[in-house]
Each structure stands twice: as structure tokens, then as C-alpha cells.
């Protein structure tokens, strides 16, 4: 019988993963700002998507050691079951940090301090806690939310991760390899809309 800690399991680790990935490169973005760092990069030939995409490369090198450190951890030492692929485990998480990474990039850019960073929390952080399947069964949800719940990361990650974790199921069984996909289109989209709201400072 699958226990209680087992089933939370994949919405903790995506959860902590998001959360901590979108707040600190929310706080480094901003911090290159008031240290001027950005404002010399964005007056250099670099248009600004070529600027979002170098960040979001630099970034996704932290966002990958964070996946796998919270994936490594979660099974050596709190000995969470992984009963399907644990390589599926650690991508799906790796996608949805690089797309709050990149969401991060874009919120900073409404951002003047850290200050107004921690306010994005209940922005941005709170509405996929409790719209998406994380910590809720979707069905005591009203239909709007459950709808407005799709509009989340989390809750693709979240789904896929139940279904490696808990069903064992594997990276090319359709359930997780379309979620896999929208997460990407996530991480994609944000980079469009960081570089938008990187205009917007010019």
C-alpha cells in the first residue's frame, strides 16, 4: 500500500524545486540590475533576446544542479520509491526549473528590489499551490479553477511526476512525454516574455 509520504512526494520535490529556483533568480536579476551589471549589458550591441537566452543558459546550469539535487536527496537520504524511471524523475524536474528560471528572469523585470521580489510569492507561487493537483485532488476544485489550474507548470509536473514515481510509468509512456512538452513550451514561453519585459527597462 503506497503510504502517505510516498504519494506527496512528487508535489514536495516539484514544489521546493520551483519555488526556491524562481525566488533566487529572481533576487540575482535583480541584484545585476542595482549593481548596474545589466544596465551595461543591455547598452552593449546585445539585443534582448540574445540577453534572456544567455541568462536563462547561465541559470539553467544552477537550475540543473538544483533538479538533481533535490531528486538525489529525495532518494538517497529521505529513501523516497521511485517506481518507475528515476532519469524521468530528474528531467521533469529539470524542465520545470529552468522555466521558473525563466520565469524568474521575466519577474524581475517588474521588480526594482528584493523587496518587491518576495512580493511575487503570492503572484506567482501561492495560485499554482493551491489551483494546481499539488496538494489537492483536482475534483474539489469548481470548474473555473480546474481550468485556471492548467494555466500552471506545476501542475503538468506535478502529473508527471505521480505517474513515474507512483505508477512507474517511463519517459516515453504518453501520459509523462506530453507533459514533458508543455513544460518545455513553459520554459520557452517565458524566455519570449523575459526578453518583452527586458524592453520594457530600455
Known amino acids: 500500500m503506497l503510504d502517505v509520504v510516498d504519494a506527496l512526494a512528487p508535489a514536495l520535490i516539484a514544489f521546493f524545486a ?23 549589458l543591455m547598452a ?4 534582448q533576446p540574445e540577453l534572456v537566452v544567455g541568462y536563462s543558459l547561465g541559470l539553467g546550469v544552477y537550475a540543473l544542479a538544483q533538479s538533481l539535487l533535490v531528486t538525489g536527496l ?4 529521505l ?5 518507475g524511471d528515476l532519469g524521468a524523475v530528474f528531467l521533469v524536474v529539470a524542465l520545470l ?12 523585470s517588474f521588480a526594482r528590489n528584493e523587496f518587491q521580489a518576495l512580493q511575487f510569492i503570492p503572484i506567482v507561487i501561492v495560485p499554482q499551490t493551491l489551483l494546481s493537483v499539488a496538494f489537492f485532488p483536482v475534483e474539489v476544485l469548481p470548474g473555473w ?18 505517474k513515474v514515481m507512483v505508477a512507474g510509468a ?5 501520459e509523462v512525454w506530453w507533459r514533458l512538452l508543455v513544460l518545455a513550451a513553459f520554459a520557452l514561453g517565458f524566455v519570449v516574455l523575459g526578453a518583452i519585459g527586458l524592453r520594457r527597462q530600455r
Open 145 to 162: 479553477a480546474q481550468g485556471l489550474g492548467r494555466a500552471f507548470p506545476l501542475t503538468y509536473a506535478v502529473e508527471a511526476m505521480r
Open 97 to 108: 526549473t529552468v522555466g521558473a528560471g525563466n520565469l524568474g528572469i521575466l519577474a524581475s
Open 79 to 83: 529513501q523516497l520509491h521511485v517506481y
Open 170 to 174: 517511463s519517459v516515453g509512456a504518453f
Open 74 to 77: 529525495s532518494v538517497a537520504v
Open 18 to 40: 520551483f519555488f526556491f529556483v524562481f525566488l533566487l533568480t529572481t533576487v540575482a536579476l535583480i541584484r545585476e540590475r542595482t549593481s548596474r551589471t545589466l544596465d551595461r
Open 44 to 47: 552593449s550591441p546585445l539585443r
